[in-house]
Nanobody
């Protein structure tokens, strides 16, 4: 199994920045893609950004140019740098890890990001 621990959420004014971190522990060998998803009240969970075990990244159109995903494979940690935050970025952000050997996806508990106007 894999455990994911997120940190870095909080309250910020529009235009501000936050950095989310997600540290994986447990059976981390075999984790391929890691990423961030978010879910706003009354909406479905949506992809924010993913990063493969190399450096290949993918972003939602709504965050391109504002958010940057990165990872430290030695620390089994993925980061999400969020700049120029907007009120519509308000959501619970979830870390995800895809494990190719366990053939399963693992999720963190979520961290709240609130952007005030």
């Amino acid at each position: 199994q894999v455990q994911l621990e997120e940190s870095g959420g909080g309250l910020v004014q529009a235009g501000g920045s936050l950095r989310l971190s997600c540290a994986a522990s447990g059976s981390t060998f075999g984790i391929n893609t890691m990423g961030w998803y978010r879910q706003a009240p009354g909406k479905q969970r949506e992809l924010v950004a993913t990063i493969a075990s190399g450096t290949s990244t993918k972003y939602a159109d709504s965050v391109k140019g504002r958010f940057t995903i990165s990872r430290d494979n030695a620390k089994n940690t993925v980061y999400l740098q969020m700049n120029s935050l907007k009120p519509e970025d308000t959501a619970v952000y979830y870390c995800n890890a895809h494990h190719v050997l366990l053939r399963n996806d693992f999720w963190g508990q979520g961290t709240q990001v609130t952007v005030s106007s």
